[in-house]
């Protein structure tokens, strides 16, 4: 069991390497398929080629056999229709395939003909690292297979599955946010201190070791983030929320304490979960994302190496949305853009309701509506996704 706990931690720590080493990731792949067991597998962005900004990382599946996938719509796969007609395509979700599609009505589909029975896979584990319903993270899936002369997988062997692709989510998570530099380059402070957005890194002491220049004039506002020094101002200091935030305190230490804690037992947290910071009115006025950080990263900062990464997001990025752009994406009717641009102003259902000239029930509706277009629950989620439509 010990040899299987060590084995789990390296896999992890290779994870969040790989993060900020993009070429590692096809070794880092081979190793998640060998902890489990399984033949194949593949981490791959299916809405995006590598010509058009997405990757494929393989382990043991032929490059032919990878070209003439993507060649094919994904349409023509039987478990993405039949995980989409039942709405299983969300974050998070591990599905197995035999769950989906029965392997004797596999059988007879062309996908398995011409793809999966030349390449040697029999059945699958997919699960979905991130959906469609933020722009700022691709789409992306990991899957395990199996060949048709070994065990075949069982509902009962989800759990380290889904273990890994929480770490996924994290890993990939700060590769995506850092997209916007080279991915090879993001791994310096000077790419960081570009970044519109403020980044902030953090040691095991939960001290600030770097704070991009965002970051630093979000803490000399005072009104978010502050941080709390010793007896010498010189030493660095603990990220904290300030003291209109104390309610939210609990919650951004949890979030620091389970970054730290990345390879913990317990399953982490989904990258795309996220603080939503109000401002004095009650209105969404942030989003902060903590993540680890690899041991094998360049960032050079001085005293103990960053084992945590935090990203702020300011929320009014999002308030320059013009409601076409959410006609054109999702679908939604010109009322239901002003509904969903309401959430950005924050305050209860009435005093949305108000501001827009409709009823409470209207401005439900309207509300249910967006959330079933744009594949969110809840406001957090909607927050996330117009932020995300304004910064990329």
Known sequence: MDADLARYDDVVHAIYDAALKPASWPGTIAAIADLRGASRALLFTWAHSPANGGFTFPHNISQQALELWAAKSMHEDPYVREASRRNLMIEG?????????????????PFYRELWQPSGIAGCYSSIVFDTTDTRKLPTVFSI???????????????????????????????????????????????????PSGVLL?????????ANRAAQAAIERGNTLVIRRGDMASEPGELHLCRRLRSHEAELQRAIHAA??????????HFSRAL????????????????????????????????VIVFLFDLNLASAIR?????????????????????LQGGSVEAMAARTGVSINTLKTQLKAVYAKTSTNRQADLLKLLLALATT
């Open 93 to 109: 979700a591990v599905l197995l395939c035999d769950e989906l599609v029965s392997p004797s009505e596999l059988l007879t589909t």
């Open 202 to 210: 953090l040691d095991a002491r939960r001290t600030v070791q770097f």
């Open 323 to 343: 409601p076409e752009i959410l006609c054109d994406r999702f679908g939604m009717t010109p009322a239901e853009a002003q509904a969903a641009l309401q959430v």
């Open 145 to 195: 297979y199996h060949g048709p002369d070994e065990p075949r997988f069982t509902p009962g062997q989800s759990a380290l599955l889904r273990r890994i692709v929480h770490h996924l989510s994290r890993a990939l998570g700060v590769m995506f946010h850092l997209r916007d530099q080279q991915l090879q380059v993001a791994s310096s402070l000077a790419a960081l201190d570009r970044l």
């Open 260 to 269: 730290l804690a990345q390879s913990d037992d317990a399953v982490p947290e």
């Open 276 to 307: 939503v910071i109000p401002d004095e009115t009650g209105r969404p006025q942030c989003v902060i994302h903590v993540a680890p950080l690899g041991l094998g990263h360049t960032f050079a900062v001085s005293g103990d190496a960053p084992r």
